[in-house]
């Protein structure tokens, strides 16, 4: 083939594939409503929603007596995914224990940028780097993204994300890259809302604290919309944990792995567990056993293999807290590359705005500071685009967590880094599920728990399919979003459209049972610090019904407060223990204790 013939060949292959994307972005732009998911969900899960779970002492009653009869499936770790495997594993109508050395959602789980993504990022890395495996990574977090929303409404929801353009060029290139974002969701099925590009008068009303210049001062030419989802994280993983415990399964906090106890065949056969609030030791027996502790998953497979190698690769990301007014009401900001290349979110969340996030190799811990440095810059990074002067002193609250990011246990190279998740068994039968992210929780579990029935042929003859796809969270069953005014109208006397508003989003439908607690006692409408919408009431739910053992684990998971506005939780400690020693008849020691304790633990929620 001659030259010319040659480039002549290329520009119309090139024109082509352009067309077929274009052709394809517009029949999807046309139809969202065919690349939408429509979901029946399980109507059966909504009768059994109506009860509280059993106590923690009943639960700790129940892994006592496995010695008589052992759980068909033992996770260690309630993060996401433990939680996940739970509730997947419980579904199936396995007899399931999960259990977790601190609170639900007290790694990892609660500390993330609360995005349900496929990931703009990967898909450039995907495209640009002709990465088949990245494509199928967006392509199923984007099909994860829809179910997510479906499982808990009152919990998760659509995001529109600004992507601000100072170049003219960059308004067609990110409109493609979006669109081809839009495609994939499409293919997937996961379609929530079909991006948009938009001139700079229309970005700037859009979002009125956005920069009218860029960081090397040229004009903004326009913006990119599109659409993710976005979750309150610890609440999210509570209400799968919860679920779970409801269906049947045996969940325990503050219980932590010590040890593995092995059958004569040296194969695991349960664990040894001490129970962090008592200090008493128990044995727990089961015929398999799930390593789902995020970051934290080599101290579990050295327990297994004091010398298998360490996998886990602990990279810190930091967030800051800011007030609401730093971004418009409803639209989150992506600065897609900083000075140093990173990609950087503002997002609205809960009435304040969040900003992050860094990244920053680090020592295995539970409970990660954040460092003067990283809030600094977060701080440069989003300066560069707002309107208004950001300084320290707006930053409400700062906060880290560890990316379970894992070496692949099976490669031979053991330098890759994975970005998708891994399963891989032990010498003694355990499996370890490692990486992946919050939004695939689901799918995840879902791997794990097939992955462990092909290796138990036992719990795979006993066991059903997996339903979680349909099958709606806690709370969520009947959710509709006339919820927070209905709760508003009917209680005006009691609490404020703030907190009726707070209730909806944080129980769903579970909220009547917060507020039947205020008709018996209207003392428990009162707030607990005035700014902030949350009441007593909650503080007696959450005990009584959410497995909430400590009063730091109302103050950051239960509800948010130390995470939006870190004096706000400080100042609220004394008024939580006190509250929450009624429910649990703390002794005036268990609750200095308890106080002291509260103190330490909110320090993590400031720089150092
Ligand atoms: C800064 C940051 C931002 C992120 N943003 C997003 C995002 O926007 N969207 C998204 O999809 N993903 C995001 N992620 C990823 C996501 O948060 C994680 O993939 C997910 O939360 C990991 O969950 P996990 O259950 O595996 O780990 P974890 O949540 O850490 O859970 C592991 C649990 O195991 C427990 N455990 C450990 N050892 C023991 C033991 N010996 N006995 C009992 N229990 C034990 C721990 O206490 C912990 O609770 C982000 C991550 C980070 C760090």
Known sequence: MKSNEFFSWVRRRALYIGAGVVGTALVINSF???????????????????????????????????????????????????AGCALDATLRGLDVAIIEKNDFASGTSSRSTKLIHGGVRYLEKAVFGLDLAQLILVYEALRERSIMINQAPHLCSIIPTMLPCYRWWEVPFYYAGLKTYDVVA???????????????AEAKSEFPTLRPKGPDE???????????????????????????AIRGATVCNYMKVVDILRNDDSQACGVKVCDEISGEVHSVYAKSIINATGPLTD??????????????????????ALPGHFTSRSNALIIPKTKDGRVVFMVPWLGHTIAGTTDRIVERTGEPRPTEEDVEFILE??????????KRTDVLSVWAGIRPLAKDPN????????????????????????????????????????????????????????????????GAHGFSPLLKSEIAQSHRDLITSET?????????????AVLRLVSENAELAERIVPEAPVIAAEVQYCAESEYAERAIDFLT????????????????????VELMARVKDWSAERQEQETKEAFRYLQQFTAQ
């Not at 030419?221 to 944990?241: E, F, H, K, P, T």
């Not at 998740?421 to 039968?429: D, N, R, T, V």
């Not at 998971?557 to 939580?576: C, D, G, H, W, Y």
């Open 32 to 82: 969202p409503a065919i690349t939408s998911r429509k979901f029946r969900n399980s109507a059966e899960l909504s009768l059994k929603y109506e009860h509280a779970p059993p106590t923690r002492s009943a639960n700790i009653e129940r892994l006592d007596g496995s010695i008589q009869k052992p759980f068909d499936v033992l996770i260690i770790g309630g993060g996401a995914t433990g």
């Open 186 to 200: 499409a293919l997937s099925k996961g379609t929530l809302k079909n991006s948009f590009a938009m001139f700079s």
């Open 218 to 244: 040229s004009d903004l030419c326009g913006a990119i919309i599109y659409y993710d989802g976005q979750q309150d994280d610890a609440r999210m993983n509570l209400s799968v944990a919860l679920s779970a």
């Open 299 to 320: 101290d579990i497979r050295k327990l297994e293999d004091s010398k298998a190698e360490d996998i886990a690769v602990p990279s810190a990301g930091v967030h800051i």
């Open 381 to 390: 990074s989003v300066r560069d685009y707002l309107a208004l002067d950001v």
């Open 411 to 474: 490669a031979k190279n053991s330098a890759s880094i994975l970005r998708e998740h891994s399963i891989s068994m032990g010498p003694e039968g355990i499996v370890t599920i490692t990486g992946g992210k919050w939004t695939t929780y689901r799918k995840m579990a879902e791997d794990t728990v097939n992955f462990l029935l092909s290796h138990y042929q036992g719990l795979a003859r006993k066991a059903s399919k997996c339903s979680t796809e349909t099958t709606q969270l806690v």
């Open 500 to 512: 009726a508003k707070h209730l909806a989003r944080n129980y769903g439908t579970r909220a009547t």
């Open 557 to 576: 998971r239960r509800t948010r407060m130390a995470f939006l506005n870190i004096e706000q939780a400080r100042r609220s400690v004394p008024k939580v």
